[in-house]
């Protein structure tokens, strides 16, 4: 066990993670390489314990996980159509430039169920084939942070979307901050997507790899935005660009985790009942 690996363990974990991202490329020297996956593998386990637990723990407050209250019969699809197609003022003053193209995006929303079979799952391991596909992506558009490639490896895909409980909707913004957003909850695409995301491209400045839509845009099939790394790179971690907090992948899942999965939530006065069950015991990383 190495020094870098050592310290981690005793939790100096924003000391040593800096200090592996000060070491850029060289992390892949035979004195750091070891430390530098051992690591990976230590926070990608931790990770998904964390996911595991709080799984278990948010249905219990009132959190329901996934899609469904998106689903409409066609009775409701036709009556919401309805309703959109009679309303052309409001979308007029909504968008200006283009109120028909907003219109039709509303419209196909609520009867395309389709993209709400595509979304990713609430979580999902890793597909057996793995080494496979990440062999093919790394041909494709070159070497992924070497943490991001660990995640892929041990987690696979996650997707904490769904509707928060009737509690959060009513809590205030905090009034220490500046600016708030939204509940942004923790998601991560598959490998597999991303290999679907570029299978046809070809381009010599590297590829921004989409790794979950923005914070506004989590329920939405439009996608506008969203957060993502820059590849190739031989880093360990990466800008998570995108993302408000400007940090890097790792800064994003601890503030995810942080905040119970939704680090938008730091934002809002939550109950810290709600809070301190969520976070209890959860793996720092």
């Known amino acids: 066990m190495g020094l870098f690996l050592k310290r981690y363990l005793r939790g100096e974990y924003t000391q040593v993670w800096q200090e592996l991202l000060d070491l850029g490329e060289h992390i892949y020297l035979p004195e750091y390489s070891d430390d530098a996956t051992a690591i990976c593998h230590v926070i990608a386990q931790r990770s998904l314990q964390n996911i595991q637990t709080l799984i278990q723990r948010l249905p219990s407050i009132g959190y329901q996980f996934g899609y469904e209250h998106l689903r409409k019969t066609p009775e409701e699809n036709k009556a919401f159509i309805d309703i959109v197609q009679t309303d052309y003022e409001f979308y007029a003053r909504l968008y200006p430039e283009d109120p028909a193209e907003m219109m ?68 205030p913004p905090r009034s220490d901050k500046d600016s708030i957003h939204a509940f942004d909850p923790l998601y991560i695409v598959s490998i597999k997507a991303i290999l679907e995301q570029h299978r046809y491209e070809a381009r010599s400045d590297g590829y921004d790899i989409f790794l979950a839509p923005h914070e506004l845009f989590k329920g939405d099939q439009h996608d506008e935005g969203g957060y993502s790394i820059h590849v190739p790179s031989s880093h360990i971690d990466s800008l998570f660009k995108g993302e408000w907090h400007q940090t890097t992948f790792v800064g994003y899942l601890r503030a995810c985790f942080e905040w119970g999965g939704f680090p938008g939530l730091e934002g809002w006065d939550l109950s810290q009942d709600d809070l301190t069950y969520l976070t209890h015991d959860l793996f720092l990383l």
């Open 104 to 171: 039709n995006m509303v419209i196909h929303d609520a009867v395309d169920e389709e993209w709400m079979a595509k979304k990713p799952l609430l979580w999902q391991p890793p597909q057996a084939n793995f080494p496979e596909i990440i062999a093919n992506v790394e041909a494709m558009i070159g070497k992924l942070p070497l943490m991001l490639k660990i995640w892929f490896e041990t987690i696979g895909e996650v997707n904490f979307y769904g509707v928060p409980p009737r509690s959060w909707l009513n809590v």
